[in-house]
T-cell receptor, first 113, second 113 residues
Framework: GAGVSQSPSNKVTEKGKDVELRCDPISGHTALYWYRQSLGQGLEFLIYFQGNSAPDKSGLPSDRFSAERTGGSVSTLTIQRTQQEDSAVYLC???????????FGSGTRLTVV | SQKIEQNSEALNIQEGKTATLTCNYTNYSPAYLQWYRQDPGRGPVFLLLIRENEKEKRKERLKVTFDTTLKQSLFHITASQPADSATYLCALDQGFGNEKLTFGTGTRLTIIP
Protein backbone atom coordinates (compact mmCIF):
# COMPACT_ATOMS: atom_id res chain seq x y z
CA GLY A 1 0.00 0.00 0.00
CA ALA A 2 0.92 3.66 -0.08
CA GLY A 3 1.75 3.83 3.61
CA VAL A 4 1.86 1.82 6.80
CA SER A 5 -1.63 0.96 7.94
CA GLN A 6 -2.53 0.16 11.54
CA SER A 7 -5.79 -1.09 12.95
CA PRO A 8 -7.73 -0.38 14.99
CA SER A 9 -6.90 3.30 15.38
CA ASN A 10 -8.41 3.27 18.86
CA LYS A 11 -9.04 0.41 21.25
CA VAL A 12 -10.60 0.53 24.69
CA THR A 13 -10.39 -2.71 26.61
CA GLU A 14 -11.07 -3.93 30.10
CA LYS A 15 -8.19 -4.86 32.36
CA GLY A 16 -7.39 -8.55 32.01
CA LYS A 17 -8.61 -8.91 28.42
CA ASP A 18 -6.37 -9.80 25.49
CA VAL A 19 -5.93 -7.41 22.55
CA GLU A 20 -4.51 -7.77 19.05
CA LEU A 21 -3.08 -4.85 17.14
CA ARG A 22 -2.47 -5.14 13.42
CA CYS A 23 0.14 -3.55 11.17
CA ASP A 24 0.21 -3.60 7.35
CA PRO A 25 3.66 -2.42 6.25
CA ILE A 26 4.57 -0.89 2.91
CA SER A 27 4.73 -3.61 0.28
CA GLY A 28 8.30 -4.77 -0.25
CA HIS A 29 9.66 -3.37 3.01
CA THR A 30 11.66 -6.13 4.65
CA ALA A 31 12.00 -4.56 8.09
CA LEU A 32 9.11 -4.00 10.50
CA TYR A 33 9.22 -2.45 13.96
CA TRP A 34 6.85 -1.96 16.86
CA TYR A 35 7.27 0.92 19.29
CA ARG A 36 5.18 2.18 22.19
CA GLN A 37 4.67 5.82 23.11
CA SER A 38 3.12 6.73 26.43
CA LEU A 39 1.60 10.17 27.00
CA GLY A 40 4.34 12.78 26.80
CA GLN A 41 7.05 10.14 26.56
CA GLY A 42 9.50 9.08 23.92
CA LEU A 43 9.27 6.04 21.68
CA GLU A 44 10.01 2.77 23.44
CA PHE A 45 11.27 -0.04 21.21
CA LEU A 46 9.33 -3.30 21.46
CA ILE A 47 10.25 -5.70 18.65
CA TYR A 48 11.99 -5.75 15.24
CA PHE A 49 11.48 -8.14 12.30
CA GLN A 50 13.99 -8.24 9.44
CA GLY A 51 13.26 -10.57 6.55
CA ASN A 52 13.42 -14.21 7.56
CA SER A 53 15.74 -13.62 10.51
CA ALA A 54 14.67 -14.34 14.07
CA PRO A 55 12.97 -11.22 15.48
CA ASP A 56 14.70 -8.98 17.99
CA LYS A 57 12.32 -9.20 20.95
CA SER A 58 14.61 -7.43 23.41
CA GLY A 59 12.18 -4.55 24.01
CA LEU A 60 9.09 -6.55 24.94
CA PRO A 61 8.29 -5.47 28.52
CA SER A 62 6.89 -8.79 29.72
CA ASP A 63 5.84 -12.23 28.53
CA ARG A 64 2.31 -10.89 28.15
CA PHE A 65 3.52 -9.25 24.94
CA SER A 66 4.14 -11.18 21.74
CA ALA A 67 4.25 -10.42 18.05
CA GLU A 68 4.36 -12.29 14.82
CA ARG A 69 4.84 -11.41 11.21
CA THR A 70 3.19 -13.69 8.68
CA GLY A 71 4.58 -14.17 5.20
CA GLY A 72 7.04 -11.35 5.69
CA SER A 73 4.20 -8.84 5.54
CA VAL A 74 1.40 -8.22 8.04
CA SER A 75 2.30 -8.17 11.73
CA THR A 76 0.15 -8.65 14.80
CA LEU A 77 1.12 -7.47 18.28
CA THR A 78 -0.76 -9.34 21.01
CA ILE A 79 -1.04 -8.21 24.60
CA GLN A 80 -2.49 -10.77 26.96
CA ARG A 81 -4.18 -9.99 30.29
CA THR A 82 -3.90 -6.25 29.69
CA GLN A 83 -2.97 -3.96 32.56
CA GLN A 84 -3.60 -0.23 32.95
CA GLU A 85 0.09 0.50 32.45
CA ASP A 86 -0.23 -0.98 28.94
CA SER A 87 -2.26 2.11 27.94
CA ALA A 88 -0.25 3.91 25.24
CA VAL A 89 -0.05 4.53 21.53
CA TYR A 90 1.42 1.53 19.74
CA LEU A 91 3.29 2.54 16.59
CA CYS A 92 4.37 0.30 13.77
CA UNK A 93 7.02 1.26 11.22
CA UNK A 94 8.58 -0.37 8.19
CA UNK A 95 11.68 0.32 6.14
CA UNK A 96 13.10 -1.07 2.91
CA UNK A 97 16.49 -1.89 4.34
CA UNK A 98 17.04 -2.06 8.03
CA UNK A 99 17.02 1.28 9.79
CA UNK A 100 17.23 3.68 6.88
CA UNK A 101 14.25 6.03 6.98
CA UNK A 102 11.37 4.40 8.80
CA UNK A 103 7.80 5.01 7.63
CA PHE A 104 5.44 5.00 10.60
CA GLY A 105 1.75 4.27 10.76
CA SER A 106 -0.58 6.56 12.68
CA GLY A 107 -0.65 4.17 15.60
CA THR A 108 -3.22 2.39 17.71
CA ARG A 109 -4.26 4.22 20.86
CA LEU A 110 -4.86 1.56 23.50
CA THR A 111 -6.74 2.44 26.66
CA VAL A 112 -7.08 -0.17 29.39
CA VAL A 113 -9.87 0.60 31.85
CA SER B 1 24.51 3.16 29.85
CA GLN B 2 23.33 4.44 26.48
CA LYS B 3 21.59 7.78 26.47
CA ILE B 4 20.16 10.16 23.86
CA GLU B 5 19.39 13.68 25.06
CA GLN B 6 17.61 16.41 23.16
CA ASN B 7 18.44 19.84 24.48
CA SER B 8 15.11 21.03 25.67
CA GLU B 9 11.60 19.75 25.98
CA ALA B 10 10.18 22.88 24.40
CA LEU B 11 11.57 25.66 22.23
CA ASN B 12 9.76 28.83 21.11
CA ILE B 13 11.16 30.68 18.10
CA GLN B 14 9.94 33.81 16.32
CA GLU B 15 8.74 33.26 12.76
CA GLY B 16 11.47 33.89 10.22
CA LYS B 17 14.32 33.08 12.61
CA THR B 18 16.47 29.95 12.59
CA ALA B 19 15.50 27.21 15.01
CA THR B 20 18.37 25.04 16.27
CA LEU B 21 17.72 21.75 18.04
CA THR B 22 20.41 19.66 19.69
CA CYS B 23 20.81 15.91 20.06
CA ASN B 24 23.59 14.53 22.26
CA TYR B 25 24.35 10.88 22.81
CA THR B 26 26.57 8.73 25.00
CA ASN B 27 27.78 5.16 24.65
CA TYR B 28 26.69 4.79 21.04
CA SER B 29 28.77 4.27 17.92
CA PRO B 30 26.08 4.89 15.33
CA ALA B 31 26.54 4.38 11.62
CA TYR B 32 24.02 7.16 11.06
CA LEU B 33 21.71 9.58 12.81
CA GLN B 34 18.18 10.43 11.72
CA TRP B 35 15.72 13.24 12.43
CA TYR B 36 11.95 12.83 12.47
CA ARG B 37 9.01 15.18 12.86
CA GLN B 38 5.95 14.20 14.88
CA ASP B 39 2.65 16.06 14.88
CA PRO B 40 0.03 15.47 17.60
CA GLY B 41 -1.89 12.24 17.07
CA ARG B 42 0.37 11.09 14.24
CA GLY B 43 3.35 8.81 13.83
CA PRO B 44 6.80 10.33 13.31
CA VAL B 45 7.76 11.31 9.76
CA PHE B 46 11.32 10.80 8.50
CA LEU B 47 13.10 14.03 7.55
CA LEU B 48 16.84 13.50 7.13
CA LEU B 49 19.57 10.96 7.64
CA ILE B 50 23.26 11.76 8.08
CA ARG B 51 26.00 9.14 8.07
CA GLU B 52 28.94 8.97 10.45
CA ASN B 53 31.36 10.08 7.75
CA GLU B 54 29.27 13.12 6.78
CA LYS B 55 29.59 16.46 8.52
CA GLU B 56 26.54 18.19 7.14
CA LYS B 57 23.39 17.44 5.17
CA ARG B 58 20.84 19.88 3.74
CA LYS B 59 17.30 19.55 2.47
CA GLU B 60 15.44 22.71 1.52
CA ARG B 61 15.26 24.81 4.73
CA LEU B 62 16.65 22.00 6.88
CA LYS B 63 20.29 21.46 7.79
CA VAL B 64 21.76 18.72 9.95
CA THR B 65 25.29 18.48 11.29
CA PHE B 66 26.89 15.44 12.88
CA ASP B 67 29.99 15.56 15.06
CA THR B 68 31.01 12.05 16.11
CA THR B 69 33.81 13.44 18.30
CA LEU B 70 31.43 15.61 20.31
CA LYS B 71 28.74 12.95 19.94
CA GLN B 72 26.28 15.60 18.89
CA SER B 73 23.94 16.50 16.05
CA LEU B 74 22.44 19.91 15.41
CA PHE B 75 19.20 20.31 13.46
CA HIS B 76 18.50 23.72 11.96
CA ILE B 77 15.32 25.06 10.38
CA THR B 78 15.98 28.35 8.60
CA ALA B 79 13.31 30.96 7.83
CA SER B 80 11.02 29.17 10.27
CA GLN B 81 7.27 29.17 9.71
CA PRO B 82 4.33 28.41 12.04
CA ALA B 83 3.78 25.20 10.01
CA ASP B 84 7.17 23.99 11.29
CA SER B 85 5.68 23.74 14.79
CA ALA B 86 5.90 20.09 15.85
CA THR B 87 7.96 17.72 17.99
CA TYR B 88 11.31 16.79 16.48
CA LEU B 89 12.98 13.51 17.35
CA CYS B 90 16.52 12.34 16.74
CA ALA B 91 17.24 8.64 16.40
CA LEU B 92 20.36 6.48 16.35
CA ASP B 93 21.05 2.97 15.17
CA GLN B 94 23.04 0.67 17.42
CA GLY B 95 26.03 0.54 15.09
CA PHE B 96 27.98 -2.56 14.14
CA GLY B 97 25.26 -3.61 11.71
CA ASN B 98 22.42 -3.42 14.24
CA GLU B 99 19.83 -1.28 12.48
CA LYS B 100 17.28 -0.95 15.27
CA LEU B 101 16.68 2.74 16.04
CA THR B 102 16.56 4.29 19.48
CA PHE B 103 14.77 7.63 19.69
CA GLY B 104 15.35 10.67 21.85
CA THR B 105 12.40 12.05 23.78
CA GLY B 106 12.03 14.96 21.37
CA THR B 107 11.93 18.73 21.38
CA ARG B 108 8.55 20.44 20.99
CA LEU B 109 9.14 23.40 18.69
CA THR B 110 6.67 26.28 18.48
CA ILE B 111 7.11 28.97 15.84
CA ILE B 112 5.45 32.17 16.98
CA PRO B 113 3.91 34.34 14.24
Amino acid sequence: GAGVSQSPSNKVTEKGKDVELRCDPISGHTALYWYRQSLGQGLEFLIYFQGNSAPDKSGLPSDRFSAERTGGSVSTLTIQRTQQEDSAVYLCASSPSGGIGYTFGSGTRLTVV
Amino acid sequence: SQKIEQNSEALNIQEGKTATLTCNYTNYSPAYLQWYRQDPGRGPVFLLLIRENEKEKRKERLKVTFDTTLKQSLFHITASQPADSATYLCALDQGFGNEKLTFGTGTRLTIIP
